[in-house]
């Protein structure tokens, strides 16, 4: 029997075409003899489109975007959304999502009550690791290793902008990096090596969110590692990121490609032993399950420091986590079939939980 499997991809989201970029790739790597593929569509004004099953690859991210169709109101979900041709429930949900409305556990709550199998992080840890400010709260109190922050909201930021940059250059100085809090891909980041630029890249990061983060910067190295699992997570080797501009920004993720990505990272054992305790207690400390790439920095003297978790990382050509898996011995295709394992596994789990007493 076939794995009826559909995968939500698209959002009302500044990621949407990274998501388009994601579901492209992973469409091409299932094995069409396991998997019977159910593409959903959210358009950009949040229209979901359920598109008809796929008997073959698509060729690019222009076959994704369906116009016409089952479309649905989010307010107005039908079962049907979430039913293969013969009205059979679809057997496990793949959200191929990035940002808001995707990533940030809102999906995953939708998911939740249709009491649907789903790929991925739940509610709590997606909420947390799209939220970079939650996030770091959480690493603190967990004891991870981490660089100095600062936060704030819209309106405090737009009553005080003088006393918010005067904290930023006490507390931090220069240079820093100021990201939206609710973003990922390197949407709406900046780096600030003065006033001006800081008040620019302030009023850059409040377009996309209303609270930002401003993270100290410092002179490391940037190594990611994927985790995999559930309860007993596994780590993939280390990859490092040498990108060819200041930092790893939108274009050189996904569009140009400028950048080397050095997989495994030139570490020692120590390092990895650091980085890999560190990736799984992340992992644990926000309630992960399914998957996630841990991003840190490493200092010329050898301490890691983590940067962020993120909850869906990307599977584009250009992307760091299938990379990381494949050159640790799991090909891309057998990692999106143990992706739906864990997702069977962790639903399975939860249909034993007593709801009565």
Known sequence: ?????????????????????????????LD??????????????????????????VENVKSLEF??????SPLSLAPALFQAEKQETLDVIFPLL????GEDGTVQGL?????????????????????KVMMKNVFAQAGLAQVNY????????EKAKAEAYSKVETELGYPCFVKPANLGSSVGISKCTNRAELEAAFAEAFQFDRKVIIEEGVVAREIEVAVLGNDEPECSVAGEIVPKKDFYDYKAKYESGDTALIIPADITDEE?????EMAIKAFKALDCSGLVRADFFLTKDGKALINEVNTMPGFTPFS????????????YPQLIERLVSLAKERHAEKQQIKFTF
Request: hydrophobic fraction near 40%; proline fraction near 5%; aromatic fraction near 10%.
């Open 1 to 29: 029997m076939k794995t009826k499997l559909g995968l939500l991809y698209g959002g009302k989201s500044a990621e949407h075409q990274v998501s388009l970029q994601t579901a492209l790739a992973v469409i091409r790597a």
């Open 32 to 57: 069409l003899e396991k998997f019977e593929i159910h593409p959903i569509y959210i358009n950009t004004e949040g229209k979901w489109i359920k598109g008809p099953q796929l008997s073959e690859p």
């Open 67 to 72: 116009s016409a169709g089952n479309q649905l």
């Open 98 to 101: 990035h940002g808001p409305n």
């Open 111 to 131: 998911l939740e009550l249709l009491n649907l199998p789903y790929v991925g992080n739940g509610v709590l840890a997606s909420a947390a690791g799209m939220d």
């Open 150 to 157: 600062v936060a704030f909201i819209k309106s405090e930021w």
């Open 272 to 276: 990895y032993a650091q980085l890999n």
């Open 320 to 331: 760091m986590f299938p990379l990381l898996w494949k050159h640790t011995g799991l090909e």
